[in-house]
């Protein structure tokens, strides 16, 4: 599909389906150190260990982890040969309660020296989020306020999306309709 279509020439079903997708369920990524992996997402990000495959049921073996009542929100599988690419899966993305736990996020990853490669506001959808690398290169964000749109609303027009390079400057500079209000306004100030 050409990136330069309009969205006037978006395809749309032809009738609704008889299904309603909620939200993403989860996601499963290769690793090349099933160990390290793990202890990246369980005591970096706080996801919980479900269950674990051996090598005798997944090749690599296999560990379920969880962010919320679902068994899994993410799954990793063990015996990747190489470093991730980035090729086969952009990013995915975790989303948070507050716009303070976002800057607790970015003031949590420094302190572990976790590499940031992103941090503010993006432009389609105006989450204020950080973006992250896991240890085998796979990007992930973690964001608050993402847009909300019902079936029978529009998208916010692009000449509204105001793209940030940082979180001070995306809570500084707010969208229509987002109101970046920190409980702890001191987060704004701390550089840990």
Do not use: C
């Not at 989860?26 to 390290?36: A, T």
């Not at 992996?37 to 982890?65: H, N």
Request: neutral net charge; aromatic residues 8%; without cysteine.
């Amino acid at each position: 599909m050409s990136t330069d279509l309009p969205k006037s020439k978006l395809p749309a079903p032809p009738a609704p389906p008889r299904f309603e997708i909620k939200k993403l369920g989860h996601v499963v990524i290769r690793v090349s150190d099933l160990q390290r992996s793990t202890d990246f997402y369980v005591k970096i990000l706080g996801l919980r260990v479900s269950d674990i495959y051996s090598e005798d049921l997944m090749p690599g073996g296999m560990v379920f982890l969880r962010f919320n009542a679902d068994h899994h929100g993410v799954a990793l599988v063990g015996g990747m040969q190489e470093r991730a690419r980035g090729r086969e899966l952009h990013h995915f993305a975790f989303e948070v309660a507050t716009l303070d736990e976002v800057f607790h996020v970015r003031n949590h990853l420094r302190a572990h020296g976790v590499p940031i490669v992103f941090e503010g506001r993006r432009r389609a959808g105006v989450q204020i989020a950080v973006e992250f690398t896991d240890p085998d290169g796979h990007n992930l964000e973690i964001y608050w306020g993402m847009d909300r749109i019902e079936m029978d609303q529009r998208v916010r027009p692009s000449d509204e999306w105001r793209g940030a390079t940082s979180l001070e400057e995306a809570v500084a500079n707010p969208v229509r309709g987002q109101q970046p209000i920190l409980a702890d306004p001191s987060l704004m100030r701390r550089r840990s």
